[in-house]
């Protein structure tokens, strides 16, 4: 069976860092690009990052530029998201996905972690 | 940016009828040099993570009932959903990954009459 797990999310201050993770099982993990895709409460989906199987090809919204770095360990099933500057604007669940057919065509989702940026 | 607009934002549909949900995306999603529209279709239920629907437009994703159907080219896009159930009620997200950076419609609520 397919899982995707997130962790990481939590409550962290304006300016601050976050870390997050995604276990990937029931597929070959090193076969996929993986992306991350967060929601704001209540709101519509954006496309964070995203990241090639051999992560020789690596994409960001503007909106995260230099912000936040995507990163993969295929020999652990992982997916990562550090996350630095962090604003109010940033909060939402964050969800990861797998991409096979297309590099941004999110054919599995994770249950998503909350990450909420306030003082 | 492609800026994928849905309409409705929200409609109200008894039981066993049609829904029907139209995506415009700001630029053509159709590549040339397949004849594929990069255009997918999600549904969130309450709670849930999104699942994929349909993709190139109007292939369905396996598992996926046939009562879900995407057509359209181009810019214009429509989801239709036959014969409604309890089970479809829903949020619906559609998608383009034709271009960087990839964007959403806002979300259709559907929900029974």
């Known amino acids: 069976e397919v899982q995707l797990v997130e962790s990481g999310g939590g409550l962290v201050q304006p300016g601050g860092s976050l870390r997050l993770s995604c276990a990937a099982s029931g597929f070959i993990f090193s076969n996929y690009w993986m992306n991350w895709v967060r929601q704001a409460p209540g709101k519509g989906l954006e496309w964070v990052a995203n990241i090639k199987p051999d992560v020789s090809e690596i994409e960001y919204a503007d909106s995260v530029k230099g912000r936040f770095t995507i990163s993969r360990d295929n020999a652990k099933n992982s997916l990562y998201l550090q996350m630095n500057s962090l604003r109010g604007d940033d909060t939402g669940v964050y969800y990861c996905?797998?991409?096979?057919?297309?590099?941004?065509?999110?054919?599995?989702w994770g249950h998503g972690t909350l990450v909420t940026v306030s003082s | 940016d492609i800026v994928m607009t849905q309409s409705p934002d929200s409609l109200a549909v008894s039981l066993g009828e049609r829904a029907t949900i139209n995506c415009k995306s700001s630029q053509s999603v159709l590549y040339s040099s397949n004849n594929k529209n990069y255009l997918a279709w999600y549904q969130q239920r309450p709670g849930q993570p999104p699942k994929l629907l349909i993709y190139w437009a109007s292939t369905r994703e396996s598992g996926v009932p046939d009562r879900f159907s995407g057509s359209g080219s181009g810019t214009d896009f429509t989801l239709t959903i036959t014969s409604l159930r309890a089970e479809d009620v829903a949020i619906y997200f559609c998608q383009q990954y034709y271009r960087i950076p990839y964007t959403f419609g806002q979300g259709t609520r559907l929900e029974i009459k």
């Open positions: 996905a797998r991409s096979y057919t297309s590099r941004a065509l999110f054919e599995y």
